[in-house]
């Protein structure tokens, strides 16, 4: 269908094809395979990408020669041949004549050939250093040292456009949680005493403000929040947020251990493990749909129940509503991002201490809850009728496409965290296999090994088919939203509502596409995640207040009408984009710089109240031989000969013959990485 008289802006991303300085104009190849000519013109601005500073960083220099015409030394200064662009213009169609005027071109590189920025060694670095600096500004303003009273007082999770508190002073648990994963990822990229501080004390208000322990000491569960009123504090347990409200679901459990988790992972602190550990506890005796659930009448089919009733503790009573006896993707799948990972990581190897029977036991719970997880996404969630997963189920594993907004639907961020975390696991999975073929535990070795390629399968397929039928926009990079899983509009993808796209889904398209290329070395992959990079760094940063939008248009344009312009908030929390910063700036060095600027180094503090005597400190599940311990330093001490590993592909550090600092006790060391 043509347009007789239209215009619209209209953002484009592609390739560089050819440049034609005497029609003024260039050329761009589109993944989706449209090749889109673009008029350039007197108003027409060059931007080099900036981070969310907003420092300038246009490094390109002026033609040698030009013959006096701005609109042709601008094409000579910024464009060549291959290099992938970004334009925002005027698309106009009348009477069979079609016309696009390019009026804001990005550019990725600062120099013309250079490395996009988004590749170079301090760039996430200095993206996660801002993010935190304005999350501690805006909600503790500006302290530099941190006690849980400091918290106490200045929490809140409901931050205005401006990040300023709103009119709500719920504090709720799991959004706490997400902060600390967010502060302690800082301090593991940066050393910066500032993020520690408050990851620590943020994890000490946690524990007291939102801790139940049961009548025996062996579980945990985690109160939804708590809300300031005239009267004093009010603890909230059941959930207050839409779909969960008066339940206690399990994905806010699972988040009120993300913090823990990524804390535990630099500081080695014994009480968050221990609470790690009595959550756990919670999660296999009250959500788990086992052989033991069936003596308390439960169908004992697999799986974790998405909802407990806060009365009976149970996940199959009518006031659950259709929250009754289901199961879904976080349920199931949140496991592995949210804590799994960072657990493995952390008793994997085990550390060195007194009493490692328990830890021992700890572990193998935590190894079989990952395989666990693993075989029922695998097993359960993909659908042969639909290029989607299932989200949710009944309790036999029926898919559920009645549930409220969803109904058979997809969230594509979904599709591409399996397809990120799958790979994440195969890497771990690799290693478990050598582990037990060290042992001579030769039919565990096979089974594992059979689990890793199935991980890749399904990661690969998920991966392609998100990009082949357009659910990562071919036109613009970036993914979309909600969309139907079974398209009844006659186009390859139809949209459930708009054709938006959310900051968490692309944070999931990065590092799916990050890590599959460094499983793989597709280039398909690689270029897929340079898109997706490319999008979140030009449209998602708020530069002004040094923050993230939530939401744009298809096309880049920041959405911020009522919820959506919030810089906190129930699914906003200094969380997703540190998660982001962190793991994008590992992959990248491993998998994309590898053998070039590759190496990068990680922060660790252990605290006087460690209890035990060693430190895992492998970045994140990775490939065999891919990093290697290069250098160690204790307080700013080279300590390499004494405590550099033999094996390249041990990452246990011993801390017990090392001396605490005189003024707080702890340890702080350094870990240098080289990438093969």
């Given at each position: 269908m043509g347009f007789k008289n239209q215009a619209e802006t209209m953002t484009v991303a592609g390739k560089v094809t050819g440049v034609d300085q005497d029609a003024k104009s260039f050329t761009l190849q589109c993944r989706s395979g449209d090749a889109v000519t673009i008029n350039v013109g007197a108003t027409t601005y060059y931007e080099v990408m900036s981070n969310v500073d907003g420092m300038p960083r246009d490094r390109t220099e002026e033609p040698a020669q030009s013959d006096g015409d701005p609109v042709k030394a601008g094409l000579t200064r910024y464009l060549a041949e291959g290099a992938l662009v970004y334009v925002r213009g005027n698309n106009m169609e009348a009477d069979g004549k079609q016309r696009f005027d390019g009026r804001t071109v990005y550019l990725l590189q600062p120099s013309l050939g250079g490395k996009y920025g988004f590749e170079e060694t301090h760039w996430w670095i200095d993206q996660i250093s801002r993010l935190a600096d304005r999350w501690l500004d805006q909600l503790l303003?500006?302290?530099?040292?941190?006690?849980?009273?400091?918290?106490?007082?200045?929490?809140?999770?409901?931050?205005?456009?401006?990040?300023?508190?709103?009119?709500?002073?719920?504090?709720?648990?799991?959004?706490?949680?997400?902060?600390?994963?967010?502060?302690?990822?800082?301090?593991?990229?940066?050393?910066?005493?500032?993020?520690?501080?408050?990851?620590?004390?943020?994890?000490?208000?946690?524990?007291?403000?939102?801790?139940?322990?049961?009548?025996?000491?062996?579980?945990?569960?985690?109160?939804?929040?708590?809300?300031?009123?005239?009267?004093?504090?009010?603890l909230i347990v059941a959930s207050e947020f839409g779909d969960d409200y008066g339940a206690i679901p399990l994905y806010e459990q699972i988040y009120a251990l993300a913090g823990?988790?990524?804390?535990?992972?630099?500081?080695?602190?014994?009480?968050?493990?221990?609470?790690?550990?009595?959550?756990?506890?919670?999660?296999?005796?009250?959500?788990?749909?086992?052989?033991?659930?069936?003596?308390?009448?439960?169908?004992?089919l697999g799986g974790y129940f998405s909802h407990?009733?806060?009365?009976?503790?149970?996940?199959?009573?009518?006031?659950?509503?259709?929250?009754?006896?289901?199961?879904?993707?976080?349920?199931?799948?949140?496991?592995?991002?949210?804590?799994l990972v960072n657990l493995i990581l952390g008793l994997d190897p085990l550390p060195r201490r007194a009493g490692r029977d328990e830890l021992d036991a700890f572990q193998d719970e935590a190894i079989g809850l990952l395989e666990e997880t693993v075989t029922l996404i695998i097993e359960k969630f993909p659908d042969e009728g639909s290029d989607y997963?299932?989200?949710?189920?009944?309790?036999?594993?029926?898919?559920?496409?009645?549930?409220?907004?969803?109904?058979?639907?997809?969230?594509?961020?979904?599709?591409?965290?399996?397809?990120?975390?799958?790979?994440?696991?195969?890497?771990?999975?690799?290693?478990?296999?050598?582990?037990?073929?060290?042992?001579?535990?030769?039919?565990?070795?096979?089974?594992?090994?059979?689990?890793?390629?199935?991980?890749?399968?399904?990661?690969?397929?998920?991966?392609?088919?998100?990009?082949?039928?357009?659910?990562?926009?071919?036109?613009?990079?970036?993914?979309?939203?909600?969309?139907?899983r079974e398209p009844a509009n006659g186009m390859p993808i139809e949209f459930s509502w708009g054709?938006?796209?959310?900051?968490?889904?692309?944070?999931?398209?990065?590092l799916a596409?990050?890590?599959?290329?460094?499983?793989?070395?597709?280039?398909?992959?690689?270029?897929?995640?340079?898109?997706?990079?490319?999008?979140?760094?030009?449209?998602?940063?708020?530069?002004?207040?040094?923050?993230?939008?939530?939401?744009?248009?298809?096309?880049?344009?920041?959405?911020?009408?009522?919820?959506?312009?919030?810089?906190?908030?129930?699914?906003?929390?200094?969380?997703?984009?540190?998660?982001?910063?962190?793991?994008?700036?590992?992959?990248?060095?491993?998998?994309?710089?590898?053998?070039?600027?590759?190496?990068?180094?990680?922060?660790?503090?252990?605290?006087?109240?460690?209890?035990?005597?060693?430190?895992?400190?492998?970045?994140?599940?990775?490939?065999l031989n891919k990093v290697e311990i290069e250098r160690v330093f204790v307080d700013g001490v080279d300590y390499t000969d004494s405590l550099k590993p033999d094996d390249p592909n041990n990452f246990q550090i011993p801390v017990d013959d090392l001396t605490a600092s005189q003024r707080d006790g702890s340890i702080d060391l350094m870990v240098e990485f080289a990438v093969h």
């Open positions: 303003s500006g302290d530099r040292e941190y006690t849980s009273e400091d918290f106490a007082r200045g929490y809140r999770t409901q931050l205005n456009a401006l990040g300023q508190a709103g009119d709500d002073t719920v504090q709720e648990c799991a959004t706490l949680s997400r902060l600390i994963y967010g502060l302690s990822s800082a301090y593991l990229m940066t050393g910066t005493d500032r993020y520690f501080d408050a990851a620590k004390a943020a994890v000490e208000f946690q524990r007291q403000a939102f801790r139940t322990l049961s009548h025996d000491g062996r579980h945990c569960f985690w109160a939804f929040g708590r809300r300031g009123t005239s009267e004093g504090e009010r823990l988790a990524q804390f535990y992972r630099i500081s080695a602190d014994w009480a968050a493990l221990d609470d790690i550990r009595r959550t756990v506890r919670t999660f296999f005796d009250f959500y788990r749909d086992d052989d033991a659930a069936r003596e308390r009448g439960l169908p004992g407990l009733d806060p009365v009976t503790r149970r996940p199959d009573v009518a006031a659950l509503g259709d929250n009754r006896s289901r199961k879904n993707w976080n349920s199931v799948g949140d496991h592995i991002p949210a804590y997963v299932n989200e949710r189920f009944h309790a036999d594993w029926t898919p559920d496409h009645e549930y409220r907004w969803q109904q058979n639907r997809a969230v594509v961020g979904h599709n591409l965290k399996i397809a990120w975390n799958l790979t994440r696991c195969s890497f771990y999975l690799d290693k478990r296999e050598r582990d037990l073929l060290a042992h001579g535990d030769q039919e565990a070795a096979a089974r594992v090994k059979d689990l890793s390629g199935r991980c890749i399968e399904l990661a690969t397929r998920l991966g392609d088919r998100m990009a082949e039928i357009g659910a990562v926009d071919p036109f613009r990079g970036g993914i979309f939203d909600s969309v139907e054709t938006t796209k959310d900051f968490w889904q692309q944070e999931q398209a990065i596409y990050l890590i599959l290329y460094g499983a793989t070395k597709e280039q398909r992959y690689l270029d897929l995640a340079r898109e997706c990079a490319a999008f979140w760094n030009l449209f998602f940063l708020d530069r002004d207040h040094q923050g993230i939008f939530f939401r744009t248009t298809e096309g880049g344009q920041p959405i911020t009408q009522g919820m959506y312009g919030s810089k906190g908030g129930h699914s906003v929390s200094g969380y997703h984009a540190f998660e982001l910063n962190y793991l994008a700036h590992l992959y990248t060095r491993a998998y994309v710089d590898a053998g070039g600027t590759g190496s990068f180094s990680l922060h660790f503090k252990l605290l006087d109240s460690r209890g035990q005597e060693s430190i895992n400190v492998l970045p994140d599940f990775m490939p």
